[in-house]
């Protein structure tokens, strides 16, 4: 059972894989809640997130016993593949939505799954998008690490109270980091 507070705000993040953009991480600081939608890629991402209640995260196709230390297991046991949260005016469902289903058809099967929530929230893309022009919405965060940004690491903040929902996207510019030749590169990775 989650606390129940008149406004809360929450970070909605994904696809991190093993690092979490200290930027992303000052933002989940100033919100009530954190959301993973998978791909974590390490229990420090998890102790990295520090917002004021609780984190909610889910587990990805890339969490798995081969991608986690030996020393990781009991947190990546923990994971369930899908959560959710009660928050005021409604619900959120979380899962990571590796299914081989195309964006559109994908948005779909997600609102007849979980057609009693208010926001459904999804990664594995890797594309930052906000589909809310039904219920429930779909969001995708993006990636909050340095694995395929494309463009920089991103997440969203939800603000809610019981009768209204706002959504804003957070994109921020990718950071460049040398390579051994010593020419600057931009960090996209293979993920």
Not at 10 to 32: E, M, N, W, Y
Not at 95 to 109: K, L, N, P, Q
Not at 115 to 139: F, K, Y
Request: proline share 6%.
């Amino acid at each position: 059972m989650t606390e129940k507070t008149s406004h809360v705000r929450v970070a909605i993040l994904a696809d991190t894989h093993g690092f979490l953009d200290p930027r992303i991480g000052k933002q989940v600081a100033s919100c009530d809640y954190a959301v993973h939608a998978g791909d974590v890629g390490g229990a420090d991402v998890l102790f990295a997130l520090n917002p004021r209640l609780q984190v909610v995260a889910v587990r990805g196709n890339n969490d798995t016993p081969q991608r986690w230390s030996d020393s990781e297991s009991n947190c990546l046991e923990s994971l369930p593949d899908q959560a959710s949260l009660d928050l005021p005016g409604g619900k959120l469902v979380v899962v990571h939505g590796d299914d081989r289903r195309s964006i559109a058809d994908r948005h779909e099967h997600l609102r007849q799954q979980f057609p009693e929530a208010r926001v459904v929230v999804c990664g594995h893309s890797h594309q930052l998008a906000m589909d809310c022009d039904q219920e429930p919405w779909i969001l995708n965060p993006g990636a909050a690490g340095r694995t395929r940004t494309n463009g920089g690491p991103s997440c969203l903040i939800l603000s809610c109270d019981e009768d209204n929902w706002d959504i804003e996207a957070l994109q921020l510019p990718a950071r460049k980091f040398p390579n051994r030749d010593g020419q600057r590169r931009v960090q996209q990775g293979e993920g």
